[in-house]
């Protein structure tokens, strides 16, 4: 068995953290055969409560979780982590747009990005949650200069996720059945869900979505939107964002990171822009992803027609404007 890695797990009293620790210590993400030591971070006034989660991570009684740390110090929770989730910031409640979080959220990361600058592997993937999730990451990598630009990610694998699912119930065939979801974007209400290129295995034969589902119309309008909204549906049921299904796509996108995607399997992250597609550079931009060896590759040359690319610019512009607010944020 390998040496143990050093995993960070920010807001780690909270609700996403309370799934996402069980299925990190349990071996999910990085594999069975890779002890873990967890770093804990959330802020001083919830140390009572984290120390009922480190207690209960040790109830699990988990074979791999070979150490717990809990702490609010930055200093100490980045320290030589090879992982990090940042996961701790302030979630949205009914009637928000993700945008309207970035005062609050904003500086989280800029002093998240100086700690991992400092303390961090200069190889840790890091993988921020925290709305709004695609700036928050920019914002992160700017404040850690030392560390290469591709080593920030924003989760968008819960759009995919969503859209996946929505077209397994459309098409009438198993969510294993399909693959090769798009999100293009932000992740917010202009994201942009795109099944042009998602791949439906349907009576035995490897279909396009549109020739399964054979709806046009759905295909652009209702998919569209319900995954767009998705998040506030979730918001309005349960008067709380979601939270189990958002440490799934967490740990789904940290093991596509760590392991690698199969042959012709792709996956949607948040990374910083290159102008592929036509998106805006030096911003944080959801893509379909190759993962090979820990290096992640934006798939090219995918064919895009002019009603995705009208929505894939308004998505960039928000980005940009995104990314002038934040600064201006943390400059004021
Ligand atoms: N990208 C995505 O797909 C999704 C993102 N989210 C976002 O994830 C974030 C967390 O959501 P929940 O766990 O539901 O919130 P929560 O309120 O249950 O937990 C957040 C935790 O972060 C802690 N925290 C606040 N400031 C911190 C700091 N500076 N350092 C460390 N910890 C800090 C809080 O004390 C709290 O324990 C929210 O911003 C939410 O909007 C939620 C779902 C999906
Ligand atoms: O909607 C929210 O605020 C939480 C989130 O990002 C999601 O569920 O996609």
Known sequence: MSEPIRVVVTGAAGQIAYSLLYIIAKGDVFGPNQP???????IPVMMDVLQGVVMELADCALPLLHEVIPT?????????????????AMPRRQGMERKDLLSANVKIFKEQGEALDN???????????????NTNALVCSKYAPSLPPENFTAMTRLDQNRARAQIA????VPVSCVSNLIIWGNHSSTQVPDAS?????????????ADAIQNDSWLKQEFVETIQKRGAAVI????????MSAANAAADHMRSWFMGTSNDEFVCMGVMSDGSYGAPKNVVYSFPITIKNGKWSIVQ????????????????????????????VIQA
């Open 236 to 243: 309005a049921a349960r008067k709380m964002s979601s939270a």
């Open 197 to 209: 290129h998602a791949k439906v295995m349907k009576n035995g034969t490897t279909m396009s979505a």
């Open 72 to 88: 609010a110090d930055p200093a100490v929770a980045f320290k030589d982590v090879f992982a990090a989730f940042l996961v701790g």
């Open 169 to 172: 119930e459309k098409a009438g």
């Open 119 to 133: 303390y961090a592997r200069k190889d840790v993937k890091v993988l921020v949650v925290g709305n709004p999730a």
């Open 36 to 42: 873990l030591i967890l770093h804990l971070l959330d």
């Open 301 to 328: 040359g995918l064919k895009i027609d002019d009603f995705f690319a009208n929505m894939m610019n308004l998505t960039g512009q928000e980005l940009e404007e995104e990314r002038k607010e934040a600064f201006s």
